[in-house]
């Protein structure tokens, strides 16, 4: 059975930075990983999401302020989030095993295994 929990949420001001991670247990099909956050009333969005081989991908809004990584066992999966805006602002989930193919990795739709979300608020 796989596992995803996610921490490192949490309360922040505009500027600030945060990192998220993400454990997975069990034996996922692959170890692509990912990142996705959503807001009320809003749909899942993915943030990024990082392939078996270590090639990324990111949404535009967050690009060059967040960075995806993994542990060497890729049984961990990390999102450094930097100069963080109020926009931002969202419960944050992560994701494993995708199907990878870079026109819809950012899909949530291609992950198999979710976490149960940990909130970042950032206050301007």
């Known amino acids: 059975q796989v596992q995803v929990m996610e921490s490192g949420g949490g309360s922040v001001q505009a500027g600030g930075s945060l990192r998220l991670s993400c454990a997975v247990s069990?034996?996922?099909?692959?170890?692509?990983m990912g990142w996705f956050r959503q807001t009320p009333g809003k749909g899942r969005e993915g943030v990024a999401v990082?392939?078996?081989?270590?090639?990324?991908k990111y949404s535009r809004p967050v690009t060059d302020r967040f960075a995806i990584s993994q542990d060497n066992g890729k049984s961990t999966v990390y999102l450094q989030m930097n100069d963080l805006r109020p926009d931002d602002s969202a419960v944050y989930y992560c994701?494993?095993?995708?199907?990878?193919?870079?026109?819809?990795?950012?899909?949530?739709?291609?992950?198999?295994?979710w976490g149960q979300g940990t909130q970042v608020t950032v206050s301007s």
């Open positions: 990082i392939n078996d081989d270590g090639t990324t």
């Open positions: 069990g034996h996922p099909y692959n170890r692509c």
């Open positions: 994701a494993v095993e995708c199907a990878w193919d870079e026109r819809f990795a950012l899909l949530p739709s291609n992950f198999g295994y």
